[in-house]
Structure formats: C-alpha cells, structure tokens
C-alpha cells in the first residue's frame, strides 16, 4: 500500500500506524490456533482496511479503529498459546459476538464511505462504540487476563496512533483530532523553567521507572505541579510509557468518587460512561504500563470532603496496579500508605534568583533580587509573581524593592493569579473549616512569630482553646505550617499574608503575648533559683524582639512594655549575647521617659557583653545623665558601674577605679551588700590593670568576705580575679588553687558560662608557661562548654590561635583566628574583630618576613643566633559575668 507523499506529514504517519496494524493483526490470524479468534483478528484487519482507504481523515472512524485494535489487544492476550478447547462456551460466544459486530460495522463503514460522511454519523459510530465497549468488558471478565502478562504488539499499535494524531495536530490535515484520542488525555506542557529540581526530578523519575506510587506534599506555591509536569515531559518517562503518561486536575471537578471515576475513565481512554467503581476500569488500567498524576490532589482527598472514603479507596486500589506508576501532587499529607514521599524543599539562593530573572531581568543581576527572593522564603509560587507584577509594571529593581516594602503581600498579586487566592484556597478546604472558629486566629499567632511557636507551649499558650495540639497537626497536615526544630512555622509570603494586621485585634495573639511576657518579668540572676531555666530566651528569642518591637511601636509610652524591654535584655545578657533591633527605639525614646535610664544600662550591658566598648561608654554616659536628673540613686550606680567597666577595657584604668568607688559609696548607703561585692571585683579587676596588684589582691579577697552562702556566683568570679592576680604576682600555685575553686564552684551549680572562663584563663596561664599541651586541653574544654553562646566560642577559637601562634604553627592559627573572626563579625563584637585582625596581620607579618630572608644570602660574620625568636602575643583580658 503506497503511502501519498502530497498528504500532510501527519496523516502520513497515521497511515503507516494503520499499516503496521493490519500487518500485525494478520500475523496474529495467522499464529492464533482458536478458530473463533483467528476470525476476530480477520475482521478488525479487514475494517482498518476499509478505514485507511476511506475514512482515514475522520477523527471518528480512526477512534472507532482504535477501539477494534483495543479489543484485538484483549483477545490477543487472553487467548495467545492457548486452544479453542481451553476456553468456556461463553468465551466463545464473546469472541464470535465480536466477529459478528465488527463484521456488521464494516459492512456499514464500506456504505458510509461510498459518500461523504453526513452528521448523523457521529450518532451511528458512537453506537457501534458503546457496543464494541461492551464486548470489551466481557472479553476481560471471561478470560481473566493476567495484568503482569507482556503488552501486546496491538497495544503499541493502539499507542503510537494516537501519539502520531496528538503530536500533529494543527497540521495541514484539517481534519485531524482537535484533542486527544479516545486512548486517553495527554499532559499539559511542561514549564518553561523548573529551576533547582534536578536532583528530586530524577528521583521521581527513578521512582516512576520503578512503578512506585510517589507523592509531592508541600505548602502552595512551592512547585509541585511544575515538578509533576517536568517529570513527565522527561525523555526517560517518554521512552518508558510514550503515549501512557496521564495528568488530572483534581480541582477541575466537584469532589465525589462518581466524578473521579468518570475523569480517570475519560484519561485512560476506557470511555465507560458513569463507571460505579474501578471494576469496569480494571482491563484497561491493567493493559498496560502507565504513568498517572494526580494533581491538587487535596480537593479529593481531604477527609472531611464529599465520599472522602470511597475516593480515598479508588486512590489507594489505584497505587497498587503493578503496572501503574502513581503520582500525586497535594498540599494534604493524608494519602495511602506505601507512597514515597520526596522532601520538597524551597528554592536555593542561586535557583530562586535565576527563577525571577528567568520572567524579568531588568538590567542584569543585582543585590536588590537576592535580598527579596531571600525575605520571600525562596518561595517559587512567590517569586514567579514578584516577577511579574515588575514585568507588568516595568519597575527597575529599586522601584520594585520600594513597593514590596511598602505593599509586601499586595506585590504579590497580578491580574490573573496572587498568592493570597492560594492560601485562601487551602482555608476554604473542608478539613480546615472543620477545625472551628479559632483555627484562623490561631495561624495569625504562628504567622506572627517569626520563629513560630513552640510546639511544647502550646498548652499555656492558649489554655482556653479545646483540641488545641489536634489543630496544630491538622495545619501541618495541610501543608499550611511545617515543623522545624520543634517548632510550628510557616514561609515566610504565607505569614505576610496570614498575620494579624491589628495585633491588638487578635485576642489570642494578645493573650499569647501576656503569657509571653509574664514568663520574661523574672529578674535573671544566677544565685536565684530558675536561672537555667531561662534557657528558654536562646531558642525564642526572635519571637520576643518582635513582640516588643511591635507593641512598642504601637505604645511608645507604656512604661510596662519597656520595662518588660529591660527584663529581655537582662535574659540576652546572661545567656544569648547578641545586640537587638530594639536598641535604637530605646535611643529615640524622650528623655523624660521614666523607663529610659534602665533601658539604657540593659542597652550597655549587651555592648560590654560583645566588647563594644565605645558604643557601651556613649549609652552609658547618657543613661548616668538622665539617672542623676531623676535622682534615682540605685540607677546611678548601675550607670557608674557599667561605665567603669567600659574604662577598663578602653585602658582608663584610673578613671574606672573613681566611677567604681563612687558607685559604691551609693550601694554602701542603700545597704546593697551583693552590690558591693561586685563593686570590689571591679576595683580589683581595674587596680589589677592598673598594677596596684596588692591592692588588687585585697579588694577581690574584700569581695568574698562580704558574700555569704547563696551568693556562690559572685565568689566563682572573684576567685577568678584573684587566680590573674595571683598569676600577675608570679604565685602559681596560688593562682591555680583559685582557679580550682572557682571551677569546683561553677561545676557545683553547672554554670556553663563560668566553666568556661575558668579553663579559658587556666589555658592562657598554661600557654604562658609554654606548656601547650595543657594549654590545648584547656581551651578544649572551654570550647565544649561554650554550649550555644557564640560569643563565647569565638572567644575560645581566638586562644587557641594565639596558643598555635605561640608554637609558631601558623597552618593552624590561620583557620582558627577565621573561623572566631567569622563568629565575632556576626555578633558585631569589635573587640574580638580587632584582637583577630591584629593576629592575622602578625601572621602574615612573619610569614612574609620568613620569605624574605629566604631570599636573602646570610652574611658570612652574622652568626644565625642573631636573629631572634618573636616576641610572644599578649593577652587581653576577657570580661568575666
């Protein structure tokens, strides 16, 4: 049969598809050894004769084709190798029931192509096709065939016809089908972009070519349709399942299991009207190899929603087809079991910013991107309508980072989709309105938080809500909030969106606040019971800074809310050094806010705390000025006391001892026997300095006579002071003795801080001595007990370099004095910055001065004892709590 070389390519394929066909079913004629079967495949050959040479340009008659070839394909299974007596008499009267129908449907097709097809046509082949469907179901029911027996060579037949027809359509053939065939609906195109997915791409793709069922859980937005539809536009998915690659919107349809059977019966290409369960779909889905996603798979599978059983069970059956690769994409995690269950991450930093450029590139690349895909979460949902919304509205970049400051959530909308639609989507779900009248308010109180809430507070947090731990699972469930580190979270476009715009509107919030801040009024102190306990402050630190930032700035007056400031900055002092955006709200306050003197010196206390030693003697001058007009002599003290501080580390030693004894004449007069005692540390610490070592001695011995039992912690730190003082003195063994009793002490009550400044100032007097090996071991314990205090850690990273320093093993001073310089740059503690600086620098000092002298010759009368060893680093005192 030659082939017209004038007809579109198309159709050409679509004729040698045919051709193929009859050859093969004429082969199976011939091999098959059941004479009602050998008359079947005779009569569908001789009809996809009749429809090549006459009809062929008629999507109805090659989908009437295709439905004989899908028959034939039964047939050739059930019956292959097998004799006509193996088979029941109603198996025989199927199979001569079909030669019958074909045979009359030929006879008409042969009538029908004699002229031009009329209208009425599609009423007569859409008969013929119900019948053939029928024959079709007692084919599969009578031969029971093996769905793990091979795909027959008709199969492929049936396949390639409709890739051929799905693959041209559009061309020059006019009448060539407009959609897909009967044999099923293809997938949507890929996207253009799927930016940062290749390694879970390929694992799903490894999963599909294993026929394992797999699932995309994950929050809106977050890419996985893009993923699904990339997987199966995959040229290995291609080659592996050709035309059997299936794709469902889920939210195209009311959730009920009648409509999901209908969809899938449609999208195999079983074209069964109103199937009640999947047992009339069972032969087609078993024919063959396919690959079937289920996309926004939450709409029916959520299970409060309509027949959520029945569907669930159509959804389950489905995953266990051996033969079936299921894929589901959904933002609900109630799926069957056995799934595999890929982690779907947000974007990376490079992925996201090459998503936005990918949709707007306004002049290149530019800081400006990389720090809005970052505040986005790298959100892809997110960055794809940032994008567009500048690409609409041809902002520059500036322009654009102006607006998502001002508008935020509202830049994330354009004429056609936004961001806020899709999280409304997910609350407007059955499950999420079953959750009661709270379950909003309650997202806007995660939303609010930027750490989110600590799953193990959920009870004194919100007391009055019933169920209340079952909600919060439920909002991972829909893929609303996730769990990180023991907390209840959610990306960041999501909390713009959901966070409460008038927080004092939120009941809950306010309520969660006034437990939030009842927990933080506790004075800090580590002689007083619960000091351990405020621990808490390092993992919901976050948390608080923005409770107090936002109801600040709504009450800049309440003398509660910033005397609850001082409480917060108490907490961070003794345990979460770190400065905090609160700090210039506090400089703005008028200065006849009662509460800004004690804001100020919790201010200071942070700077000293991170060796900023400016900045703490500018606060504290300011905070001792507005003290002394308020006359409040208690915090005149405090101020004169921190100032002190700040002198001895900026080198005015005298100047720090005046401000000390001033600060303890007021304490003396008030009667503050602990305030004393700390004034008399200081004035050792400063008289020390200062080389007044005696006077020194006496002070810090002063300190502890004046503290009784239950003051423990004062007396570690001024057997600490006394152990230096000892050391300066060249006492050693009384320095060590101290220094032995200060640890006994802190391990005593496990002060993990206070360990650590003990083996850190043993290391220093061991590394003086040149005794490394004490010194390294020191310094290593210190480092384990550095805990999360990261101050404290690059502290301990910058002794060990000047201990390697001292050995002159620069290979490893280099990463040490880095990896502190890294940590302090964080922090912003300027001292620690300029000690390690100022080591690199004598680093690379001798390093290149070694170089040098290797290039140099070495004079014939300059014995080489000449050259000296380097002088050794000096150490700088490091404040002690």
Not at 199 to 215: T, Y
Not at 335 to 356: D, M, Q, W
Not at 485 to 492: D, P
Not at 521 to 533: C, H, I, Q, R, Y
Request: glycine share 6%; charged share 25%; with cysteine.
């Amino acid at each position: 049969m030659a082939t017209n070389s004038r007809l579109p390519e198309g159709q050409i394929n679509i004729l040698s598809t045919l051709d193929a066909g009859i050859k093969t079913l004429d082969s199976a004629e011939e091999a098959s050894g059941i004479t009602p079967a050998k008359a079947a495949f005779g009569s569908v050959s001789a009809l996809l004769r009749n429809i090549r040479k006459s009809a062929v340009h008629e999507r109805d008659y090659i989908e009437l084709g295709l439905n004989c070839a899908e028959i034939c394909g039964a047939l050739d299974r059930g019956t292959r190798g097998q004799r006509t007596e193996d088979f029941s008499q109603s198996v025989g009267e199927a199979i001569s029931h079909l030669t019958t129908t074909v045979a009359e449907i030929q006879r008409k097709v042969m009538e029908q192509s004699k002229r031009n097809p009329a209208s009425d046509d599609k009423v007569m082949i859409s008969a013929w096709k119900s019948a053939l469907s029928k024959i079709l179901k007692t084919f599969n029911t009578e031969l029971a065939i093996d769905t793990n027996l091979k795909i027959s060579d008709t199969r492929k037949i049936v396949s390639d016809i409709h890739r051929v027809m799905v693959e041209h359509q559009g061309s020059d053939g006019a009448n060539l089908p407009a959609q897909t065939s009967v044999c099923g609906e293809s997938p949507p195109p890929p996207p253009r972009t799927c930016f940062g997915r290749q390694d879970l791409i390929e694992k799903v793709v490894s999963l599909a070519e294993r026929l394992k069922p797999v699932a995309l859980i994950g929050a809106g937005g977050i890419g996985k349709t893009s993923i699904a539809l990339t997987v199966l536009h995959n040229d290995r998915i291609k080659e592996r399942f050709g035309g059997d690659r299936r794709f469902i919107r889920c939210d195209k349809f009311p959730a009920s299991s009648s409509n999901l059977l209908n969809k899938l019966s449609k999208v195999i290409g079983a074209a069964i009207e109103n199937p009640e369960d999947l047992a009339p779909l069972r032969p087609f889905l078993s024919s063959r190899e396919m690959i079937l996603f289920l996309d926004n798979a939450e709409s029916i599978l959520d299970p409060q929603g309509t027949d959520a059983r029945e569907i669930y069970a159509v959804v389950e059956e489905l995953s266990r087809f051996p033969n079936i690769c299921l894929g589901i994409a959904s933002r609900i995690s109630i799926i069957p079991p056995h799934f595999e269950c890929p982690t779907i991450s947000t974007l990376s930093a490079e992925s996201a910013c090459n998503l936005f450029y990918s949709i707007y590139n306004n002049g290149g690349r530019s800081e400006v991107i990389s720090n809005l895909v970052k505040q986005l979460d790298f959100h892809a949902l997110s960055i794809t309508l940032l994008a567009t919304t500048a690409f609409h509205n041809r902002w520059n970049y500036d322009e654009l980072a102006k607006e998502w400051d001002t508008h935020r959530s509202q830049a994330l909308h354009t004429d056609y989709e936004s961001l806020a639609a899709t999280i409304e989507l997910s609350l407007a779900s059955p499950s999420f309105r079953n959750l009661g009248p709270h379950a909003r308010d309650l997202l806007g109180v995660v939303a609010f938080f930027p750490q989110g809430i600590d799953k193990n507070n959920l009870d004194w947090l919100f007391p009055t809500i019933r169920d209340r731990k079952n909600i919060f699972d439920k909002f991972c469930v829909l893929s609303l909030t996730s769990r990180t580190n023991n907390f209840i979270t959610m990306l960041a476009p999501i909390r713009d969106h959901l966070r409460p715009r008038d927080p004092k509107s939120s009941p809950l919030l306010c309520a969660a606040r006034d437990h939030y801040f009842s927990r933080l009024s506790v004075k800090v102190d580590p002689d007083a019971p619960g000091f351990e306990e405020a621990r808490w402050i390092v993992s919901e630190d976050m948390n608080i800074e923005c409770l107090l930032d936002v109801f600040t700035s709504l009450d800049m007056d309440s003398e509660v809310l910033w005397g609850i400031c001082v409480y917060f900055m108490e907490h961070l002092y003794w345990h979460k050094r770190r400065y905090t955006v609160l700090g210039s709200k506090i400089e703005r306050l008028v200065d006849g806010h009662p509460s800004k003197p004690r804001c100020l010196i919790g201010l200071s206390r942070l700077y000293y705390m991170l060796g900023n030693y400016g900045e703490q003697k500018r606060v504290v001058i300011h905070a001792l000025e507005l003290a002394r007009k308020q006359e409040n002599e208690f915090q005149v003290a405090q101020a004169l006391v921190f100032l002190s501080r700040a002198n001895l580390f900026l080198g005015l030693h005298k100047e720090g001892i005046q401000q000390t004894k001033e600060a303890l004449g007021i304490l003396e007069r008030l009667g503050d026997t602990v305030g004393e005692a700390r004034c008399w540390n200081d004035l050792a610490e400063l008289f020390h300095l200062d080389g007044q070592l005696d006077a020194a001695e006496q002070a810090a011995t002063h300190s502890v006579a004046l503290l009784e039992s239950g003051q423990e912690f004062r007396v570690c730190r001024s057997h600490q002071i006394l152990g230096r003082i000892c050391r300066s003195k060249g006492e050693r063994e009384k320095a060590i003795l101290h220094f032995g009793e200060a640890l006994r002490i802190a391990s005593a009550f496990e002060w993990h801080s206070q360990i650590f400044w003990v083996h850190y100032l043993l290391a220093e007097l061991f590394a003086g001595e040149d005794d490394f090996k004490n010194a390294h071991d020191h310094i290593d314990q210190a480092k384990s007990h550095a805990l999360d205090d990261a101050y404290n850690l690059g502290c301990a990273m910058e002794s060990k370099a000047r201990i390697w320093y001292r050995q002159r093993r620069f290979e490893y001073v280099v990463p040490e004095a880095l990896d502190a310089l890294e940590i302090f740059g964080k922090l912003g503690a300027s001292k620690g910055i300029a000690t390690c600086r100022n080591l690199l620098q004598e680093v690379e000092r001798e390093i290149a001065g070694k170089l040098l002298k290797s290039m140099l010759p070495i004079p014939v009368d300059s014995p080489s004892s000449a050259c000296g060893a380097p002088a050794s680093g000096s150490t700088n005192p490091a404040p002690i709590h």
